[in-house]
T-cell receptor, first 115, second 112 residues
């Protein structure tokens, strides 16, 4: 069966520090991968999605970047965190092909607090 | 469409009543829709989905209705239980590129 792992679960970082959140998927190959951010009491904002290794689509211009160095690994990064980067970060995967009508499966999320 | 900056609307129902949660989507090219349930501090969980060539789909205690004319989606929960208390999101997938965009979400509160 397929599983998705996100870590860490919680993170407190000072303003100006770098960030690296990792997401890995097991049990499937060539998944579509997504990073979302959720502010407290708000909806899910799509940040990045990837249909293959090295292929990243950015949805919102911001202080973050994403990379997909391996088929089942998706990394969210920042060189210098801002207070506004605080939030709940969720990674998700969907099966391929990209236009297939299947749901996305989510990780348990990372609660990031920038202080 | 995406309204991530807005506070979540809330819906309060009595245990045993039926709940109806609504969602408006923005992209007429969206061809697949999903309802998710999110409990506090957790990732969203799949509830039910529907393709754009359907207008109704039923699951266990849940029904999704799709009205493409007005770009409206609804989730009906029968005999709502306290365990149904959560935030509910609709999501739409467009038919190009596979982006999955979430709606605003609704917080459902079930009173015993």
């Amino acid at each position: 069966s397929q599983t998705i792992h996100q870590w860490p679960a919680t993170l407190v970082q000072p303003v100006g520090s770098p960030l690296s959140l990792e997401c890995t998927v097991e049990g499937t190959s060539n998944p579509n991968l997504y990073w979302y951010r959720q502010a407290a009491g708000r909806g899910l904002q799509l940040l990045f999605y990837s249909v293959g290794i090295g292929q990243i689509s950015s949805e919102v211009p911001q202080n973050l970047s994403a990379s997909r160095p391996q088929d089942r690994q998706f990394i969210l990064s920042s060189k210098k965190l801002l207070l506004s980067d605080s939030g709940f970060y969720l990674c998700a995967w969907r099966g391929n092909p990209v236009d297939m009508n299947t749901e996305a499966f989510f990780g348990q999320g990372t609660r990031l607090t920038v202080v | 469409g995406e309204s991530v900056g807005l506070h979540l609307p809330t819906l309060s129902v009595q245990e045993g009543d039926n709940s109806i949660i609504n969602c408006a989507y923005s992209n007429s090219a969206s061809d697949y829709f999903i309802w998710y349930k999110q409990e506090s501090g957790k990732g969203p969980q799949f509830i039910i989905d529907i393709r754009s060539n359907m207008d109704k789909r039923q699951g266990q205690r849940v029904t999704v209705l799709l009205n493409k004319t007005v770009k409206h989606l609804s989730l009906q929960i029968a005999a709502t239980q306290p365990g149904d208390s959560a935030v509910y999101f609709c999501a739409e997938k467009n038919n190009q590129g596979g982006k999955l965009i979430f709606g605003q979400g609704t917080e459902l509160s079930v009173k015993p």
